[in-house]
Nanobody, 125 residues
Framework: VQLQASGGGLVQTGGSLRLSCVAS????????MGWFRQAPGNEREFVAA???????YYADSVKGRFTVSRDNAKNTVHLQLNSLKPEDTAVYYC????????????????????WGKGTQVTVSS
């Protein structure tokens, strides 16, 4: 499946952004979806995931500030970023995995097969 992420940009500390990722598939509801990010010089790290059932899981660093959601009718997963901090600056990637357990939220890069190209989020201090 092809994934297209959008919604990144430049925002001040404390600001908000909403990222979206559209998947090119007719069976989007059968995919678990995840968001990861990668800052320069760092490894790609887990941010959030949403299961086929709609259950969610977050990295501790974003819990309470970010919200992941999905719209199966539009083949889209969103990531709402609130109370942004400079350390949130990174390229954000969406990922998908077909056929996971219904309530399971994959949290590692190796658990996902398909990846989008990423969208840049920059938070200025």
């Amino acid at each position: 499946v092809q994934l297209q992420a959008s919604g990144g940009g430049l925002v001040q500390t404390g600001g908000s952004l909403r990222l979206s990722c559209v998947a090119s598939t007719r069976i989007f509801s059968n995919y678990a979806m995840g968001w990861f990010r990668q800052a320069p010089g760092n490894e790609r790290e887990f941010v959030a995931a949403i299961s086929r059932s709609g259950d969610t899981y977050y990295a501790d660093s974003v819990k309470g500030r970010f919200t992941v959601s999905r719209d199966n009718a539009k083949n889209t997963v969103h990531l709402q970023l609130n109370s942004l901090k400079p350390e949130d600056t990174a390229v954000y990637y969406c990922a998908s995995e077909l056929g996971t357990e219904y309530y399971y939220t994959p949290r590692s890069t190796f658990e996902y097969t398909d990846w989008g190209k990423g969208t840049q989020v920059t938070v200025s201090s």
